[in-house]
């Protein structure tokens, strides 16, 4: 698992990002439960992913960030990227950032697959 802390801070909302291997969907149902294993991803406000199986499969989920599951998948098929599930993480501060959400989930995504640790 390679994960990005604090790469956005909005407003009092802070993004993370986290990406690992999965080639199933249970492998993605294990990299979720080892995440929430940290208390802070567990108690986050939304940990939003999308991942696109060896089988070309997509699986996404927003995890009540609308549209944030889909942003990450587009992300991930632009970049030919598959066999990797991709998380971010937001954690609410309060406030509401509209559409520069979208704009912080693509940022978290970059930076995961541009390699930043």
């Not at 587009?74 to 520069?100: I, S």
Request: charged share 25%; glycine share 14%; aromatic share 6%.
């Amino acid at each position: 698992m390679r994960q990005l802390l604090n790469v956005v801070s909005d407003r009092g909302s802070k993004y993370a990002v986290s990406g690992g291997p999965a080639g199933s969907a249970e492998e993605v149902e294990a990299f979720l439960k080892t995440l929430k294993r940290n208390k802070k991803f567990a108690r986050a406000t939304h940990n939003s992913w999308a991942v696109i199986l060896p089988c070309g499969t997509p699986l996404k989920n927003d995890d009540g960030e609308a549209g944030a599951g889909n942003v990450i998948l587009r992300m991930l098929e632009r970049e030919g990227v598959a066999g990797q599930v991709v998380v971010v993480t937001r954690w609410y501060g309060g406030k509401h950032l509209g559409g520069d959400r979208f704009r912080h989930v693509q940022t978290c995504v970059r930076a995961w697959l541009d390699g930043g640790a």
